[in-house]
Structures are given as structure tokens and as C-alpha cells.
């Protein structure tokens, strides 16, 4: 009997093996013949197609194509983008320090970084860059233009540039520097005692740069601390964890990744002693807040370490490796999902329908899975890291839309700065009646024409009117509403003045004191950092955030 058992279990063994290894052949089989099926296809494009067939460019549609159809992140780099990925993941590159783009069909200057060699020597928003080395830039893209600006630290570069309202352009020669993207953009104090800081990105060192913010807060006073994880799309998973164990005790588990390659599954812990873990922290989160930032902010929630306010975040719990390929170019393909403490899974259950922001829709109950944080709070998968405080995203007006799209904010902004020299500090700057007004004056002669919803939806009513042979019946109606919600923009210029003078305001403050100027001139109006701060200002409200109903 036993040995009838014994010889049982080896043949079992023996046809799972040749099972095992009949179907891995056959998938082998099916990735030989679908390879050399494309070969032949393509072989026969490039012979017979009636025009030119660029090798490079139909190969490069077909593999994005490929890629596209698994998730968003798995990515071709071919080897001209590499030095840009690298940019992206170290947050360093040789250049002038500069972030530029396109206005009206001309290079411009859109933010130097502080101290940087553009900073140094004299470039300003809005400069617009005419030539370098010798080589005219205005028929080029905006990327073209980075890469030329881009370059060896030490080497040397020669711009041409015109600013604002000058008629001649000058010549500024500067020496390339490595350029580090700070991680941490801003950090200061909102009152005598509540702290901000934020994190825009999760390159090498971010938290260090995190740690330094918190340590000088403290010192200038801070009790209680905003920590600004919106619009943040991550970066490095290792830097995530490290900034989560600044706020958590030493050995508790901060993510694990789970995927097919089983020897890469692994759980993530603080391995340090935290910075503090008592100090009273509120995180912001928007619809953009993704990947690592969303692993902060649903370890603090898990923890009950912080209580988050804003926007349920995007939904991205993927993680992503990247393999070399032939000829310098690499493949960065997601290899795992990860969980947080509580066990959840932050991914939205489908990452290829979102709304128009990039945030996940609206997700069934039925599909989402409840969990439970160290203190006992429901908290729910399948679709981001939902806020502990849900503060409503404001929607702007047409009128600010289109000012802001047509870049007429930018474009005063500059025109204020070449006749003001000075203006008071970012966080006291406001505009006066008399500034507002010459901004009106600014754009009586500006294409400011636009459509506000309701008059589109109204064309719409009238286009399905006069398909169902019913506008006559309804046409007096339609002309008597449309004359009702005309929009009037000297009205709406009136009407729309607090969003619109608030977004001057921080233009202008850029133009004076860079990035942290613009991020100082909205503390008195932003939606989350002023309920971040009520909810800061009493104690026993935070306290009940992180408590069981």
C-alpha cells in the first residue's frame, strides 16, 4: 500500500512537471511565432508600401501601442530620452537652472530656479530666448530648446534675450552648473505656531530635504505642522519610506510590494528611530497626489498618525523597474502592486477610465474592500487614499480660464514688474482698487471671448431643437433665456474679481521672490491650507479625526 502511494505521488509529480513544461514551451512557442509573424509583416510594409516607410518611427508606434495596452507606466526609453528619465528619478542635470516653455510662439523664460546660474546672472521671468551658442531657437520646440541649454557642469553657454519691454536684446554668457530640483520647495511658518512645508517630488535625498524642513520648523517655533503632498506624482520608493518613518516608531511595516517575480515581493520597514512622532500633522492631498506620495499619506492615515485633508488622491499603487535594453535604450515596466500597513491596495480598480483631471471615477461599493487602521477606523481600497477632511476642488470661471489660458496673467505680471521695482513681502502684497483697475484697462484691447457652460448647453438645446422640428415652438423661450445668461465681461470682471486678483497677485509675487513667492501670496486664500489650519487651531477636533465613530 505504501509503496502504491509512493508511486502514485511520483507520477503525479512527473505530469504536473511535463504540464509545467509543456505549457512554459508553448508560451515560448506563441512568443517565437508572434516575434517572427511581426518580422515578416513588417518586412513586407517596408517593401510594398506605396510611400517611404520610416523604420524607427513605425517600430517605436507599434511597441508603444504594445505597452500602452498593459498600464500607463510601463514605458519604452529609448536611448535620445534616457538623460531625461534620469532627470526625472535623481532630479539632478548639468544646464543654466531654468524651467522654460512656449508663449505665442516664442521661448520664454517661465521660472529660474533661486541661485542658480540663470538666477545669477540676471535671467527673469519672462525673458524670451532668441538664440544659443549662435543657433536661433524660434522655429524650434520646447524640448529642443531644453536640450541645447542642457550640458556638461562647467561648460559654458551663450543666450540671447530680450525682457519685457526692452527693444533690444543683450547677450548673457553662463557657466552650466549641476542643477538639483529641491524636493522641498518651500517650508515656513503659516502663525506663530502651526508649520508648512512642501514635498513636490520623491527624488534622491527628498527625505532628508523633508527632515531638514521639519528640524528648522521646530526651531522657528512650530507646534503643530501642514505637510503639502498636492499635485506630487512620486518618485523613489525607498524615499517614501523614509519620510513615512520621520513621523513612526522604529520596526513597524511601512508597504510591501507583491508581484510575479516572488523573489522581488518585499515588506518595507522604519528602520530608524522617527523624528517625532507626536507633533499634531495635517496632510494635503489633491486628485494628483500619486504613487509615493500616496504611500505617505495612507501610512500616516493607517497609523493614525496625521489627519488628511483635500481631495482623494489618484490612485496609482503600482510599482515600477527598469531593465536595460539593446543599444542604451530601457524598458520601465511595472513588476508589482503595493499595500500599506492597513493591507490595502491604494490602485484604482481601473486606471484607464478617469476623469478629466486624471482622478479615479467613481468607484462601486460593491468592488471596494473595508480595512481597518492601528486605531480602528473603516478605511476602504480600490480607488486612492481618500481624505479624512474632504475639501471640495474650487472650479475657476470662464473668464479666469481664459485669461489665465491665453497667458494674460503672465504677460501683466511682467508688464507690472518692469514699472514696479518693489513690492512688499509675498505673504502682505495685495493688489489696490487702482491696480485692479489698470489690469482691466490691460485687457479692453485682449481677445478675452469666451463661452460659459450654460450657453453652451443651451446651444446644444437649440442644435437638438431644430433637429426634432421643434425650435419654432421654443425659439421666443431660448432667445428670452439666452439674452438672461449673455455673459457681459466687464461684468464678469467685477463679478469673478476675488479668483481673478488672487491669481494676479501670485504672478506677480513670482516675479519678485520666484517659487516662493507664489506659494507665500496663497496662504490667505487656499481652500485646504485654511481648514488645514482649522482643523489644526482645535485640539480636540484633530484628536476626534483620529478616533473611532
Known amino acids: 500500500m505504501y509503496k502504491k502511494s509512493i508511486a502514485g505521488l511520483l507520477i503525479g509529480c512527473l505530469a504536473l512537471t511535463l504540464f509545467s513544461f509543456k505549457t512554459e514551451s508553448e508560451r515560448y512557442f506563441e512568443i517565437a511565432k508572434n516575434l517572427d509573424v511581426f518580422a515578416t509583416l513588417f518586412k513586407e510594409v517596408n517593401t510594398y508600401y506605396v510611400d517611404e516607410v520610416p523604420p524607427a518611427k513605425l517600430v517605436?508606434?507599434?511597441?508603444?501601442?504594445?505597452?500602452?495596452?498593459?498600464?500607463?507606466?510601463?514605458?519604452?526609453?529609448?536611448?535620445?530620452?534616457?538623460?531625461?528619465?534620469?532627470?526625472?528619478?535623481?532630479?539632478?542635470?548639468?544646464?543654466?537652472?531654468?524651467?522654460?516653455?512656449?508663449?505665442?510662439?516664442?521661448?520664454?523664460?517661465?521660472?529660474?530656479?533661486?541661485?542658480?546660474?540663470?538666477?545669477?546672472?540676471?535671467?527673469?521671468i519672462g525673458d524670451e530666448i532668441l538664440k544659443i551658442d549662435g543657433i536661433n531657437v524660434s522655429s524650434k520646440t520646447t524640448s529642443e530648446v531644453s536640450k541645447l541649454l542642457k550640458g556638461q557642469a562647467n561648460s559654458t553657454v551663450k543666450l540671447e534675450v530680450k525682457s519685457y519691454g526692452q527693444t533690444k536684446p543683450r547677450t548673457v554668457e553662463l557657466t552650466r552648473a549641476n542643477i538639483m530640483v529641491d524636493n522641498v520647495p518651500y517650508y515656513g511658518m503659516l502663525d506663530n505656531e502651526i508649520g508648512y512645508f512642501q514635498l513636490s517630488g520623491f527624488t534622491v535625498d527628498a527625505s532628508k530635504e523633508v527632515r531638514t524642513a521639519?528640524?528648522?520648523?521646530?526651531?522657528?517655533?512650530?507646534?503643530?505642522?501642514?505637510?503639502?503632498?498636492?499635485?506630487?506624482?512620486?518618485?523613489?520608493?525607498?524615499?517614501?519610506?523614509?519620510?513615512?518613518?520621520?513621523?513612526v516608531d522604529k520596526?513597524?511595516?511601512?508597504?510591501?510590494?507583491?508581484?510575479?517575480?516572488?523573489?522581488?515581493?518585499?515588506?518595507?520597514?522604519?528602520?530608524?528611530?522617527?523624528?517625532?512622532?507626536?507633533?499634531?500633522?495635517?496632510?494635503?492631498?489633491?486628485?494628483?497626489?500619486?504613487?509615493?506620495?500616496?504611500?505617505?499619506?495612507?501610512?500616516?492615515?493607517?497609523?493614525?498618525?496625521?489627519v488628511l485633508v483635500g481631495e482623494r488622491t489618484f490612485g496609482k499603487g503600482l510599482v515600477q523597474a527598469t531593465r536595460p535594453l539593446s543599444y542604451n535604450s530601457q524598458l520601465k515596466v511595472t513588476t508589482a502592486k503595493y499595500y500599506i500597513p492597513s493591507g490595502r491596495s491604494i490602485q484604482a480598480i481601473d486606471y484607464k477610465h478617469r476623469n478629466e483631471d486624471g482622478s479615479p471615477g467613481k468607484i462601486p461599493d460593491s468592488l471596494k474592500v473595508a480595512h481597518k487602521t492601528a486605531g480602528g477606523r473603516i478605511v476602504y481600497d480600490g480607488a486612492g487614499v481618500s481624505p479624512d477632511v474632504e475639501v471640495e476642488r474650487h472650479t475657476y470661471s470662464e473668464i479666469v480660464k481664459t485669461i489665465a489660458s491665453k497667458g494674460y496673467f503672465f504677460e501683466y505680471a511682467n508688464k507690472y514688474r518692469a514699472e514696479n521695482p518693489s513690492i512688499p513681502s509675498a505673504k502682505e502684497f495685495k493688489l489696490t482698487d487702482a491696480d485692479y483697475q489698470k489690469f482691466v484697462a490691460f485687457l479692453d484691447n485682449k481677445d478675452v471671448n469666451y463661452t460659459t457652460k450654460v450657453e453652451r448647453e443651451l446651444e446644444d438645446l437649440t442644435e437638438q431643437a431644430k433637429d426634432g422640428k421643434h425650435l419654432d415652438d421654443i425659439k421666443a423661450e431660448l432667445d428670452a433665456i439666452k439674452k438672461k445668461v449673455s455673459h457681459n465681461k466687464s461684468k464678469d470682471l467685477m463679478r469673478f474679481r476675488s479668483e481673478i486678483q488672487e491669481m494676479l497677485e501670485a504672478e506677480i509675487a513670482s516675479r519678485y521672490y520666484l517659487q516662493k513667492?507664489?506659494?507665500?501670496?496663497?496662504?490667505?486664500?487656499?481652500?485646504?491650507?485654511?481648514?488645514?489650519?482649522?482643523?489644526?487651531s482645535d485640539s480636540q477636533q484633530y484628536a476626534s479625526y483620529l478616533k473611532t465613530k
Open 214 to 247: 521639519v528640524q528648522k520648523l521646530k526651531e522657528q517655533g512650530a507646534k503643530k505642522i501642514i505637510f503639502d503632498l498636492r499635485d506630487n506624482p512620486g518618485g523613489l520608493l525607498h524615499e517614501a519610506v523614509n519620510i513615512s518613518n520621520l513621523f
Open 517 to 536: 513667492g507664489y506659494i507665500e501670496s496663497s496662504f490667505d486664500d487656499d481652500p485646504d491650507i485654511l481648514m488645514a489650519k482649522r482643523v489644526l
Open 60 to 124: 517605436r508606434t507599434g511597441i508603444d501601442a504594445m505597452l500602452k495596452s498593459l498600464d500607463p507606466y510601463t514605458n519604452y526609453i529609448p536611448e535620445d530620452d534616457i538623460e531625461d528619465f534620469r532627470t526625472m528619478t535623481t532630479g539632478q542635470y548639468g544646464g543654466i537652472g531654468a524651467l522654460i516653455g512656449s508663449r505665442d510662439n516664442k521661448i520664454v523664460v517661465q521660472m529660474p530656479y533661486e541661485n542658480s546660474p540663470a538666477h545669477k546672472a540676471g535671467i527673469v
Open 251 to 306: 520596526g513597524r511595516d511601512i508597504v510591501s510590494t507583491k508581484g510575479k517575480v516572488k523573489e522581488w515581493n518585499k515588506t518595507y520597514k522604519a528602520l530608524d528611530e522617527p523624528l517625532d512622532k507626536e507633533i499634531p500633522l495635517v496632510i494635503l492631498t489633491s486628485s494628483r497626489s500619486a504613487s509615493a506620495s500616496e504611500i505617505v499619506a495612507g501610512v500616516m492615515q493607517d497609523y493614525d498618525r496625521a
